[in-house]
């Protein structure tokens, strides 16, 4: 029995190919972005996939997803695992990651604050980066409360329905926006204009109170608040969000007493990685 890939984003179904590309970009090399596609399809954990598994979830031929898994395990970025017949994350993406969130400065300069936070508001506190049509936790934070989310660094949130990505999508440039608002429709057209019109009445909420906001709407029992920032230094758009089951933290408290904090705390972190 295989695990599927742990995904918290309603919108993208396990392993879906958001990768994106258009077919007459000759810059865009379909074979790296299949390989990535690949390492992407496998859960967190203890995961084991075998080439059946990986080309049903990236909708790859098995003659293609077998090459691409041969390449991979000669590189290291797979592990074969011969007891099972399948494959699992290979330690050489234990380097990369390491590099990337040891790139990720801002984790360290704002965890004292994103960890008060969570004490405050007795929620999950998260940092996160865009990653395709979601977004993705580099950081997270659980304040004193019994229950909580069950969220960690790695965990993957919809772009379209959680107050994160809404954040995000609200403070990324108009170029960047017009391209997100392209791929979302080009994943579902049928869906398109009520997921337009909640990411443009999240723009205006935004403008209008300085957070975005997702009561039901990611989970229909957790509610979160959430503010983008430009943390400078070449970095893209991050966000942060303060979320709870609704029956630990209510949406009045989240706005009345959560909001403002959460808004000083990210205006704090603005430009902090410098020009």
């Known amino acids: 029995m295989t695990d599927a890939p742990k995904s918290l984003d309603p919108l993208l179904p396990d392993g879906a190919d958001d990768i994106g590309g258009p077919k007459d970009d000759r810059h865009f090399v379909t074979a790296l972005a299949r390989g990535l596609d690949v390492l992407a399809c496998f859960g967190r954990g203890g995961t084991f996939l075998a080439n059946h598994d990986i080309a049903e979830r990236c909708k790859l031929p098995r003659s293609t997803v077998s090459r691409l898994t041969y390449t991979l395990t000669k590189l290291g970025y797979l592990h074969y695992v011969e007891e099972v017949g399948k494959y699992r994350l290979g330690t050489a993406l234990i380097a990369l990651s390491s590099i990337a969130l040891g790139g990720l400065d801002v984790r360290q300069i704002a965890r004292p604050a994103l960890r008060e936070l969570a004490t405050l508001s007795n929620a999950s506190v998260g940092l996160g980066v865009r990653d395709r049509l979601s977004m993705r936790y580099v950081e997270c934070l659980r304040g004193p409360a019994a229950i909580s989310l069950n969220?960690?660094?790695?965990?993957?949130?919809?772009?379209?329905?959680?107050?994160?990505?809404?954040?995000?999508?609200?403070?990324?440039?108009?170029?960047?926006?017009?391209?997100?608002?392209?791929?979302?429709?080009?994943?579902?057209?049928?869906?398109?204009?009520?997921?337009?019109?909640?990411?443009?009445?999240?723009?205006?909420?935004?403008?209008?109170?300085?957070?975005?906001?997702?009561?039901?709407?990611?989970?229909?029992?957790?509610?979160?608040?959430?503010?983008?920032?430009?943390?400078?230094?070449?970095?893209?758009?991050?966000?942060?969000?303060?979320?709870?089951?609704?029956?630990?933290?209510?949406?009045?408290?989240?706005?009345?007493?959560v909001r403002p904090r959460l808004i000083e705390v990210v205006r704090s972190l603005e430009g902090v990685m410098g020009a």
């Open 151 to 257: 969220i960690d660094v790695g965990s993957r949130l919809n772009i379209a329905r959680s107050a994160m990505g809404r954040a995000y999508v609200a403070v990324s440039s108009p170029r960047e926006r017009a391209a997100i608002y392209e791929e979302l429709q080009a994943l579902d057209p049928l869906a398109w204009p009520k997921v337009r019109d909640s990411l443009n009445k999240a723009v205006a909420e935004y403008q209008e109170i300085g957070c975005c906001t997702s009561f039901g709407e990611w989970q229909e029992t957790v509610s979160a608040i959430a503010v983008g920032f430009h943390p400078g230094g070449g970095l893209p758009p991050m966000a942060v969000n303060c979320g709870a089951p609704t029956v630990i933290t209510d949406p009045r408290f989240l706005m009345d007493t």
